[in-house]
């Protein structure tokens, strides 16, 4: 079974940046995964950040990005800002019309 | 606007059946794969199953494969997930999503606000 491997959790500094990361339990992520990103805060649904590995979401600030680092997808912001407080969820496409999330990274901006 | 408003969550005994319903609207709903996606509270997100633009293509996670079933009806612009066999792991807020695109390879995009499911005897 296929498992989307996600940090538990990461902190960063007000106006600092940070990666989180995507990785499949065995073998490489790439762009034909399809990785896109998501952000929750408690009691919301979540939101679209990223989609396709590196296209923003309509209204997504340029400081979120993604990309493909080595073998994972990244999620990259930067100039962080208290309210980026929040879990961070990637999804990636196995084929076959599955999708899978990885288990979410708490971000603490402090 | 994309607006999608899930209904039909509620308490279910184990075993018991449950029909999700998720109407859209702001968008042209066959042009769009859609999705569920669940989330127990307090815990991450676990997609459950998918359908394409033309409901030629489904996926399900192995959790609920052979038990649920996803469907769409164009002439109501809805999404639809018939659950079976319920069991207590199936307690979750659900969550109907709007694709990027028509196929199933597309991802989550546009989410609605989610429907309860509690399966307890």
């Known amino acids: 079974q296929t498992v989307v491997t996600q940090e538990p959790s990461f902190s960063v500094s007000p106006g600092g940046t940070v990666t989180l990361t995507c990785g499949l339990s065995?073998?490489?992520?790439?762009?034909?995964?399809?990785p896109s990103w998501y952000q929750q805060t408690p009691g919301q649904a979540p939101r679209t950040l990223i989609y396709?590995?590196?296209t923003r979401s309509s209204g997504v600030p340029d400081r979120f990005s993604g990309s493909i680092l080595g073998n994972k997808a990244a999620l990259t912001i930067t100039g962080a800002q208290a309210d980026d407080e929040s879990d961070y969820y990637c999804?990636?496409?196995?084929?076959?019309?599955?999708?899978?999330f990885g288990g979410g990274t708490k971000l603490t901006v402090l | 606007e994309v607006q999608l408003v899930e209904s039909g969550g509620g308490l279910v005994q184990p075993g018991r059946s449950l029909r999700l319903s998720c109407a859209a609207s702001?968008?042209?709903?066959?042009?769009?794969?859609m999705h569920w996606v669940r989330q127990v509270p307090g815990k991450g997100l676990e997609w459950v199953s998918g359908?394409?633009?033309?409901?030629?293509?489904?996926g399900y996670a192995d959790s609920v494969k052979g038990r649920f079933t996803i469907s769409r009806d164009s002439a109501k612009n809805s999404l639809y997930l018939q659950m079976n066999s319920l069991r207590a792991e199936d307690t979750a807020l659900y969550y109907c999503?709007?694709?990027?695109?028509?196929?199933?390879?597309?991802?989550?995009?546009?989410w609605g606000q989610g429907t309860l499911v509690t399966v307890s005897s």
């Open positions: 065995s073998g490489s992520v790439s762009t034909s995964y399809y």
């Open positions: 396709s590995t590196n």
């Open positions: 999503a709007k694709a990027t695109s028509g196929y199933s390879s597309s991802s989550p995009n546009y």
């Open positions: 999804v990636l496409y196995l084929g076959r019309a599955i999708w899978v």
């Open positions: 359908i394409s633009w033309n409901g030629g293509s489904v």
């Open positions: 702001g968008f042209t709903f066959d042009d769009y794969a």
